[in-house]
């Protein structure tokens, strides 16, 4: 069902026995009757049918650095334009921005794609991210914003948990230029039961997400569900298994929401991304003052980008038309630029 501003819902079908509406978007399969919404809190049954509430609603615009998504080897140096939104369907219990993604704020602007788009443009970033709040939850409205944002000339970052089925996750990132998915823990158990996930789709959707656009990963390093030497081997070698090359970033966590153990110790995550790197070539520690966040060369070990904060250095990265070579010794480095 349409209002003529809003499209049809995709991904869903009516059962007629029960009245209710079944969507297929993500791996829960909601099964929602007349008057209520899914898990996400975006996508609800009205008139028989799937309709979108939430379509063109954001919860913030901000002009950001495109290495807080985090992206380090995606346009570094570059801002993003970046487009918030409400909802989630998954409920981490530690989650950072469970006010836009566990509650609908009152005060949000309803915008079209085009008008996305357009302020897009006007900020002057040469990219779009759809980011703080689950943004495949709003899979019609991503979906056509990117369509204009590639004609306008912008590139698309997805920054997601990836928790998604596959065929609409192949049509979004037909479109991604960057990906950033969430890799929240190794266990399958702690994703259905304390995540409220699939691990098994969101290991799908990196893999679709690998050989479609640029994608790094990032797990948040939480006591006790992603903290340990083993969840963090496993993460990484399966990374390593779909390219050395993908970034893999190990974000320190801090108590948020439901979740109140202590936060990630500098000496835990710096033995986390050690681990890391015997299987990946560019592992990044994150989310706490001091870290070393800088890029070395693979072939040198020279520093091809320093950063401190969202400060960095390019000096020792060389650029010819689209590839990025190390400055000292020539060596082809897997950036976008």
Same mark, same amino acid.
């Given at each position: ?71 380090? #080897? ?179 966590? #801090? ?83």
């Amino acid at each position: 069902m349409s209002d003529g501003r809003t499209p049809a819902a995709s991904y869903w079908h009516a059962d007629p026995k029960t009245g209710t509406v079944v969507c297929e978007l993500c791996p829960h399969h909601c099964r929602i009757a007349e008057g209520h919404s899914g898990i996400c809190k975006v996508r609800k049954c009205e008139g028989s049918a799937l309709s979108l509430p939430y379509f063109g609603l954001v919860s913030s615009l901000a002009v950001d650095p495109i290495e807080k998504k985090p992206l380090h #080897h995606f346009l570094p140096g570059s801002e993003v334009f970046s487009a918030g939104f409400v909802g989630c369907n998954m409920r981490c219990p530690f989650c950072q921005n469970w006010r836009i993604s566990q509650e609908i704020p009152s005060s949000l602007e309803r915008l079209s794609p085009e008008s996305l788009v357009a302020a897009a443009v006007r900020s002057g970033a040469p990219s779009i991210a759809y980011t703080y709040s689950e943004p495949t939850i709003h899979f019609e409205f991503v979906l056509a914003s990117m369509a204009s944002a590639r004609a306008a000339g912008l590139r698309n970052v997805l920054v997601t948990n990836g928790c998604l089925e596959p065929a609409p996750a192949r049509e979004l990132l037909s479109l991604t230029d960057a990906a950033n998915v969430d890799l929240k823990a190794w266990s399958a158990e702690t994703y259905r039961r304390t995540l409220g996930g699939s691990k098994d789709r969101v290991l799908e959707f990196i893999g679709i997400a690998a050989s479609l656009c640029h994608l790094e990963v990032t797990t948040l390093v939480v006591p006790p569900f992603s903290d340990s030497i083993g969840e963090v081997e496993a993460i990484a070698g399966f990374v390593a298994g779909l390219s050395p090359d993908i970034p893999l970033h190990l974000s320190a966590y #801090h108590p948020a929401w439901k979740h109140e153990a202590p936060p990630t110790g500098a000496s835990l995550l710096s033995e986390l991304a050690q681990a890391a790197r015997a299987r990946l070539r560019y592992v990044y520690e994150g989310n706490l003052s001091g870290r070393s966040a800088d890029t070395y060369c693979p072939g040198c070990g020279g520093k091809v980008i320093g950063r401190t904060g969202y400060r960095i250095d390019t000096q020792g990265m060389a650029i010819s038309g689209s590839s990025a070579r190390c400055a000292r010794c020539g060596t082809t480095l897997p950036i976008v630029v």
